[in-house]
């Protein structure tokens, strides 16, 4: 088999394969030789190329015609397959140099999903119908590595976890809040602030210990003077983090904010309103450095620019409305 696929990648050309269907589809040497506007010798010759390649021959001669065999009809289905992906490569080619289709891979961490990634996507998808896009979620450091291997085009996440983040171009988009959830079964918390020792009767869902949100909640917990809890159960997963947090009571866990949100209004989780002491995350977009985005993964960096700044936009707004109240002054105190 080695040797046929040597033979095959040093001598098999594109104009033979395309015989292969002719005589296919035509039943006929000399008909075929006419589709493709060759010479019934040259045909000929062609065909007993490929036949030597494969060491037998590939069609029966009979009263209705060139049939053919068991290994032609192999080798003919595979000769339409390679046809049929040099069209769609044809494509995909005369689409990305137009900026109307070809295919992107984008990577993005968790919290940048649901409000900066999916309304992108929505839109760039909605303008170019035909690209083929794909959506990577995983930590930041996994990313950056298929960034590397050229597997994505792009990350939505942080190049400060790389080992070397100067090899790459970093675009900061928007905080990372995280939140503090129970599942929705859960008695609703009537404080106003609730603090990490409060929940200290409660199990934790927490990421594995590689993950950076693991690192921020031992920094929580140490920041509040307490001990990491000796039974937790440990998951990367945020489906699996859902159903255990609405299946059991004492469960409590730690999410970005964004997400969470999104289960809260499915009426699956409740916030839980602790307040955080650690700074919120910065994510951005990540790239190679010196490398050319493509014009729809340029195209979807602009557009999650759009998309957060009109988020934040959104959050100026809303605070201009809903101001936080001046505390009441001390007239004894007044100067």
């Given at each position: 088999?080695k040797n046929t696929?040597n033979?095959l990648?040093?001598k098999?050309?594109?104009?033979?394969?395309?015989?292969?269907?002719?005589l296919?589809?035509?039943?006929s040497l000399?008909?075929?030789?006419?589709?493709m506007?060759?010479?019934?010798?040259a045909?000929?010759?062609?065909?007993?190329?490929?036949?030597s390649?494969?060491?037998?021959p590939?069609?029966e001669r009979s009263?209705?015609?060139?049939?053919?065999?068991?290994?032609?009809?192999c080798v003919?289905?595979?000769?339409?397959?390679?046809?049929t992906?040099?069209?769609?490569l044809c494509?995909?080619v005369?689409e990305?140099?137009s900026?109307?289709g070809?295919r992107?891979?984008i990577?993005?961490i968790?919290g940048?999903i649901?409000d900066?990634v999916?309304p992108?996507?929505?839109q760039?998808?909605?303008?170019?119908?035909?690209?083929s896009?794909?959506?990577v979620?995983?930590t930041s450091a996994?990313?950056l590595t298929?960034l590397?291997?050229?597997?994505?085009?792009?990350?939505?996440?942080?190049?400060?976890?790389?080992?070397d983040p100067s090899k790459y171009?970093y675009r900061?988009l928007a905080?990372e809040?995280?939140s503090?959830v129970v599942?929705?079964?859960?008695?609703?918390?009537?404080?106003?602030?609730?603090?990490?020792?409060d929940?200290?009767?409660h199990?934790?869902?927490?990421?594995p210990?590689h993950?950076?949100?693991h690192?921020?909640?031992?920094?929580?917990?140490?920041?509040?003077g307490?001990?990491?809890?000796?039974?937790p159960?440990?998951t990367?997963s945020?489906?699996v983090?859902?159903?255990?947090?609405?299946?059991?009571?004492?469960?409590v866990s730690l999410?970005?904010?964004?997400?969470?949100?999104?289960?809260?209004?499915?009426?699956?989780?409740?916030?839980v309103?602790?307040?955080?002491?650690?700074?919120s995350?910065t994510f951005?977009?990540?790239?190679?450095k010196?490398?050319?985005?493509?014009?729809?993964?340029?195209?979807?960096?602009?557009l999650?620019?759009q998309?957060?700044g009109?988020?934040?936009?959104v959050?100026?707004?809303?605070r201009q409305?809903?101001?936080k109240p001046?505390?009441?002054r001390?007239?004894?105190?007044?100067a």
């Amino acid at each position: 088999m080695k040797n046929t696929l040597n033979v095959l990648l040093g001598k098999l050309r594109m104009k033979q394969l395309q015989l292969l269907i002719a005589l296919d589809d035509q039943k006929s040497l000399h008909k075929a030789a006419g589709v493709m506007s060759m010479t019934q010798s040259a045909a000929s010759k062609a065909l007993q190329e490929l036949e030597s390649m494969f060491e037998a021959p590939l069609f029966e001669r009979s009263k209705s015609g060139m049939i053919p065999n068991q290994l032609g009809h192999c080798v003919i289905r595979y000769a339409r397959l390679v046809a049929t992906d040099l069209a769609a490569l044809c494509q995909d080619v005369a689409e990305i140099r137009s900026g109307r289709g070809g295919r992107l891979a984008i990577g993005a961490i968790m919290g940048a999903i649901p409000d900066c990634v999916i309304p992108a996507i929505n839109q760039l998808h909605a303008g170019q119908p035909n690209l083929s896009i794909e959506v990577v979620e995983d930590t930041s450091a996994r990313m950056l590595t298929q960034l590397d291997d050229g597997r994505l085009d792009l990350v939505v996440g942080r190049a400060a976890v790389a080992a070397d983040p100067s090899k790459y171009q970093y675009r900061p988009l928007a905080d990372e809040p995280l939140s503090v959830v129970v599942g929705y079964g859960h008695p609703p918390l009537r404080r106003k602030e609730v603090t990490l020792a409060d929940l200290a009767d409660h199990r934790w869902v927490m990421y594995p210990s590689h993950m950076p949100l693991h690192a921020l909640l031992e920094r929580e917990m140490d920041l509040a003077g307490l001990t990491m809890p000796d039974n937790p159960i440990s998951t990367a997963s945020t489906f699996v983090t859902v159903a255990l947090l609405q299946n059991t009571a004492d469960l409590v866990s730690l999410l970005p904010t964004a997400i969470a949100e999104m289960f809260v209004r499915q009426k699956m989780l409740r916030l839980v309103p602790v307040k955080l002491k650690s700074p919120s995350q910065t994510f951005g977009v990540v790239t190679r450095k010196g490398g050319v985005l493509s014009p729809p993964a340029g195209q979807f960096v602009e557009l999650l620019r759009q998309q957060t700044g009109l988020q934040e936009k959104v959050r100026d707004e809303a605070r201009q409305q809903n101001p936080k109240p001046t505390p009441k002054r001390n007239p004894a105190h007044a100067a």
